[in-house]
């Protein structure tokens, strides 16, 4: 059984409207990290600072979804978050 949710779509062949199915939803804490090795997308409520991998540049995550790269495995965030996860 796999861990993560593949993106699904609505309607018929490729056409369709992608939809986000969140399957937890995660309470950061101010500077805590979550572990997004194996998932697909999250979204935040609000902008919120952030880190890849927990080191570099800081940058804003907008307030939404956002897909996760590969080799990305875990994101710090720099202020407390709710984070919706697929």
Do not use: H
Not at 26 to 48: C, F, K, M, Q, Y
Not at 56 to 65: D, R
């Amino acid at each position: 059984m796999k861990d993560y949710t593949a993106i699904p779509y609505s309607g018929y062949g490729s056409q369709g409207l992608q939809v986000f199915t969140p399957k937890r939803i995660e309470s950061v804490s101010a500077g805590g990290t979550l572990d997004v090795a194996r998932v697909v997308a999250i979204r935040v409520p609000s902008d919120v600072d952030y880190q890849i991998n927990g080191t570099g540049t800081t940058g804003t995550m907008v307030a939404g979804c956002t897909g996760i790269a590969d080799g990305v495995t875990s994101i710090k965030f720099i202020s407390a978050v709710n984070v919706e996860v697929m």
